[in-house]
């Protein structure tokens, strides 16, 4: 744990941070509070200290652990909370009930889905007191729909959960994730022009946040292009367009890994044929516009 603002410690997940697990914060008071579970094992000393657990969002990657605090209070947005607290929803939001789900959890070494019941659900702006500090709820939805951040105000401090700033980029591919919402979020972000920003999966960053925040924006306008230029050439189907994996690179032969490119690839397709930068034919078949 760093102490990275006095008595906010950042909480350095297993791998870096890494897929399947997440950076978390923890903040002192007497009511303590730790963001999200997804650490890995080295979590458990802050059991004892922890009185309540305020989840990001519904990924297993940020709530693995918290069937081991059982003294905790839990909060989460309201449109994410049923992704915690019933299986049958958390499969419908992510996409993941069509396919042989044990072989899944075990491919990507993910605690199976435990559920958690809910003693707060959180709205954009509500403030969360653990008696030395007082977080404000920004509610950045596109990742998932009750994606939130939370901002220190009198540090000037984000911390910006699946925001994430890493390289891979932004993600959104679950059936409930938004392209739009997403990028209306990171803007929401930048206006607030934090001194320090913190995220799921990269360290804290204090230099150039502005535009390391502008760059990872402008990978979903780097996306639209990629099909753009691919629809150039010749008109393709959402299948044809999903095996060019433009965004994971390779799918392995993990049909997972592929759905979640399809979903993102479709929300491109139908965020450029909105602003008329692209068409669909009746047979499925999209070609620029022009
Ligand atoms: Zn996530």
Redesign the pocket.
Known sequence: MKEIRPGVWFVEGENHGRYPFAHSLFIDGEDSLLIDTGVGPALESLVPKTRQVVLS?F?R??VARNHLFTGARFAIHQADAPGVENAEKFYHFSGLSQFNIETYWKMVSQIKFMPTSIDRYLEDGDLIDTGKHTLKVLHLPG??PGHCGYLFEEYGFVFAT?IDLTAFGP?YGNPVSDLEQFRASIRKLRELKPELIATGHSMPIAKGIDSKLAAYEEVLDHRDQKILNALKVKPLTLEQLTDKKFIYKKHNGQEVLRYFEEQMVRKHLESLVKRKMAVVSTAGLYSTNN
Do not use: C, K, L
């Open positions: 969002h990924h990657d940020h990742h998932t699946d993600w």
